[in-house]
């Protein structure tokens, strides 16, 4: 059975940092695609950022280029989420995501975290 728990969130004011974790079990991160996600209340999942085989191949929303930075620990079976110079924007549930290719689109992910909050003030 796959599971994702994120840690990391929080609040921080713009301009600030913060680094997400997302540990996996019964899924090998570094042999597929894993994902950061987020969602704001009224609005659609947005895909924010990608990695595949072990973080070889990566993708980026282009709000985040730039500031963002996914990365994989192979050893621990664990991604994350590097966010800098964050601004109020960036306040979301962020949620980590498994699936089989590269993609930022929410319907290429089988398996989904819990969530954890950002917010940006």
């Known amino acids: 059975q796959v599971q994702l728990v994120e840690s990391g969130g929080g609040s921080v004011q713009a301009g600030g940092s913060l680094r997400l974790s997302c540990a996996a079990s019964?899924?090998?991160?570094?042999?597929?695609?894993m994902a950061w996600f987020r969602q704001v209340p009224g609005r659609e999942r947005e895909g924010v950022a990608s990695?595949?085989?072990?973080?070889?191949?990566?993708s980026y929303a282009d709000s985040v280029k730039g500031r963002f930075t996914i990365s994989q620990d192979n050893a621990k079976n664990s991604v994350y989420l590097q966010m800098n110079s964050l601004k109020p924007e960036d306040t979301a549930m962020y949620y980590c995501?498994?699936?089989?290719?590269?993609?930022?689109?929410?319907?290429?992910?089988?398996?989904w975290g819990q969530g954890t909050q950002v917010t940006v003030s």
């Open positions: 990695a595949y085989a072990g973080g070889r191949t990566t």
């Open positions: 995501a498994a699936g089989w290719r590269l993609s930022l689109e929410s319907g290429a992910f089988d398996y």
């Open positions: 019964g899924y090998t991160v570094s042999s597929y695609c």
